[in-house]
């Protein structure tokens, strides 16, 4: 079945250090691929996605690129802020045009210090 | 629109009793998910439904957990003679059917079970 397997963690850094998450993932056909992240007393909020192969998901600086070639979806950042401190998830669903069940990595806890 | 709304927001109760949950998705949205996460993991997949159809059921739903979705809108789920192991934050999300509608999947707060 599908998996998805992300960086152990915790990872703590300074303010403005550069932010790699690896996320690799296993599924059959052309998935597409998420990451989610979770703020301390709040619920999960898409970060980005990407739908097909060599694809770049952006947002609030953060991007990922849609490997299929190495079954990846690495998450950066040039430059952190202590607000960027939360779980980050790494995530797939089913390939094709409908949505399906979300299959997630098992987490990422992101500490950043000033 | 209010997102996805998940009641109550915390749960506790005794081992043996049954509880229920209610999610009320996004008006637009006629796919609608369970998943459980405990911490420290990602969340697991339940099940879904498109419309009031349940699509799929993980092995991990048990026959004491069943959902609902009767008119296609909101969603109960109940978990009869709860146990220790069910403590978990349960997750609600919604999304449309066709993946080409931007933003994917929308997640409400959760419920947080405790068995004690």
């Known amino acids: 079945g599908d998996s998805v397997t992300q960086m152990e963690g915790p990872v703590t850094l300074s303010e403005e250090a550069f932010l790699t998450i690896n996320c690799t993932y296993t599924?059959?056909?052309?998935?597409?691929l998420f990451w989610y992240v979770q703020y301390p007393g709040e619920g999960l909020q898409l970060l980005l996605k990407?739908?097909?192969?060599?694809d770049k998901g952006s947002n609030k600086g953060f991007e990922a690129t849609y490997r299929k070639e190495t079954t990846s979806f690495h998450l950066e950042k040039g430059s952190v802020q202590v607000s960027d401190s939360a779980v980050y998830f790494c995530?797939?669903?089913?390939?094709?045009?409908?949505?399906?069940?979300?299959?997630f990595g098992q987490g990422t806890i992101l500490t950043v210090h000033p | 629109d209010t997102g996805v709304s998940q009641n109550p927001r915390h749960k506790i109760t005794k081992r043996g009793q049954n509880v229920t949950f209610r999610c009320d998705p996004i008006?637009?949205?006629?796919?609608l998910y369970w998943y459980r996460q405990t911490l420290g993991q990602g969340p697991e997949f339940l099940t879904y439904?498109?419309?009031?159809?349940?699509?799929?059921k993980s092995r991990l739903l048990s026959d004491r957990f069943s959902a609902e979705r009767p008119k296609g809108s909101f969603s109960t789920l109940e978990i009869q003679r709860t146990e220790q192991g069910d403590s978990a934050m349960y997750l609600c999300?919604?999304?449309?059917?066709?993946?080409?509608?931007?933003?994917?999947?929308?997640f409400g707060s959760g419920t947080r079970l405790t068995v004690v």
């Open positions: 999300a919604s999304s449309t059917r066709w993946n080409r509608v931007l933003g994917g999947y929308t």
């Open positions: 599924a059959t056909g052309y998935p597409s």
């Open positions: 990407a739908t097909k192969a060599d």
């Open positions: 995530a797939l669903s089913p390939g094709g045009t409908s949505y399906g069940k979300l299959t």
């Open positions: 008006s637009e949205h006629n796919r």
């Open positions: 439904f498109q419309n009031e159809a349940q699509l799929e």
